[in-house]
Nanobody
Framework: QVQLVESGGGLVQPGDSLRLSCAAS????????IAWFRQAPGKEREGVSC????????DYADSVKGRFTISRDNAKNTVYLQMNSLKPEDTAVYYC?????????????????????WGKGTLVTVSS
């Protein structure tokens, strides 16, 4: 059974850090581009970060550049999102998703509708 399972969310204070994990099972994730999206209550889904399959090229939304880092451990079939200097506006449900498409800057846009697999999400709440 193909699955993407996110973990690592939680309640943190502004300025804190979290590391989200996206564990793949039922398929070999390193053949895929993996992207993180988030959706806050009442807002549209937003592409956050992306990492391509073979070359591991990355891209980030402007709102998280310099604070978030995406990485992958192919041996563990897992992609990570290290989130530093968290802000209240980072509060959202974070989802990971997989696609064969390798143009990260397009995968993160609302126009791209080709993700093959989605996880169910993990909630990140940043509040004092």
């Amino acid at each position: 059974q193909v699955q993407l399972v996110e973990s690592g969310g939680g309640l943190v204070q502004p300025g804190d850090s979290l590391r989200l994990s996206c564990a793949a099972s039922g398929f070999t994730s390193h053949y895929y581009t993996i992207a993180w999206f988030r959706q806050a209550p009442g807002k549209e889904r937003e592409g956050v970060s992306c990492i391509t399959n073979s070359e591991g090229m990355t891209d980030y939304a402007d709102s998280v550049k310099g604070r978030f880092t995406i990485s992958r451990d192919n041996a563990k079939n897992t992609v990570y999102l290290q989130m530093n200097s968290l802000k209240p506006e980072d509060t959202a449900v974070y989802y990971c998703a997989a696609t064969f498409f390798t143009q990260c800057n397009y995968v993160l846009t609302a126009e791209y509708d080709g993700m093959d697999y989605w996880g169910k999400g993990t909630l990140v709440t940043v509040s004092s």
